[in-house]
């Protein structure tokens, strides 16, 4: 999407954002295009907040409304311009150009959800988020993270991170905060608009964590098991994240798009 059509885009923005407000005879459990994204997914306006990019282009964290749509976060072939191929009409898009201002304790631009609930190791929790996902476009780097288990500790603090990395699709562990990111390939070659699906079940054991991770693309599935003990994390409070974290920091380095036509959490 060229920098130089945003004038254009923000008007339709607002067009369709009018026009979604109208009331409609789409059935409510088909993804509808001309809808918002917390339209055609209630369950990611009760359960995360989104973190974008102000009117600055500066990072913002925002509630998810009904009709909160704009050039980052937005419903596929919601208008011409904001239509890609490979995903189905009405998936959620995430778009995230290179070179933005990042996050504290970072150097990429995202554009994610974040869940409102954190946990702890240590406590008695059972947690899965699931998707169906699209990485449409790649930056130069070839390599965006579509979903995570993040800790509220200032740097370090990725417990997890699920990365499309040129046709591979890897999990990044860390066995305690702050140490260095352990990759473990789950599967490879798979192509841009390939229907990626993930499960992953985070669930209390003992004094740690059971990590279970599932993902499937083109007719092949894997799945692998992690473990984590509760020292490692102590007083670190986690939560998951879904959506596109472009691992390109050159302002040159072109944008990532990301889609997602499924997404749920379920705390037990």
């Known amino acids: 999407m060229p920098r130089l059509d945003q004038f254009h885009f923000w008007q339709v923005v607002k067009l369709l954002t009018v026009m979604a ?7 409510a459990a088909s993804l509808d295009s001309a809808q918002a994204p917390g339209s055609n997914f209630p369950q990611i306006a009760e359960n995360y907040l ?32 904001g239509c890609h191929r490979g995903a189905p009409k ?9 070179g933005f201002a990042s996050t504290p304790n970072s150097h990429y ?4 959800l974040r869940a409102k ?8 929790f059972d947690i899965t988020q699931s998707g ?67 499960t992953i079940n985070a669930q209390s054991m003992g004094a740690g964590m059971n990590l279970q991770i599932e993902v499937s693309a083109g007719g092949r599935e894997s799945k692998q098991t992690f473990e984590f003990p509760a020292s490692g994390w102590s007083g670190v409070g986690l939560y998951f994240k879904a959506g596109n974290y472009n691992q390109s920091s050159s302002p040159d380095g ?11 959490i379920r705390y037990k």
């Open 254 to 264: 072109g944008t990532a798009i990301v889609a997602y036509s499924a997404l749920k």
């Open 132 to 198: 169906d996902v699209y990485i449409l476009q790649n930056p130069q780097t070839r390599s965006i993270i579509f979903a995570q288990i993040h800790g509220d500790k200032a740097g370090g603090s990725e417990l997890l991170k699920l990365r499309w990395d040129n046709g591979s699709l890897e999990a990044g562990t860390k066995e305690h905060y702050g140490a260095s990111e352990r990759r473990t390939t789950l599967l490879t070659g798979v192509e841009l608009g390939q229907k990626i699906s993930y």
């Open 90 to 98: 009405g998936s959620v898009v995430f778009w995230v150009p290179s």
């Open 50 to 81: 989104l973190q974008d990019f102000d009117a600055r282009d500066r990072p913002e964290e925002v509630p998810i409304t009904s009709d909160l749509q704009n050039r980052f976060f937005y419903s596929n072939c919601f208008a011409p311009i």
């Open 117 to 124: 609930r954190d946990f702890t190791l240590g406590g008695n």
């Open 109 to 112: 631009p995202r554009v994610e």
């Open 21 to 27: 407000s109208l009331p409609s005879c789409a059935a």
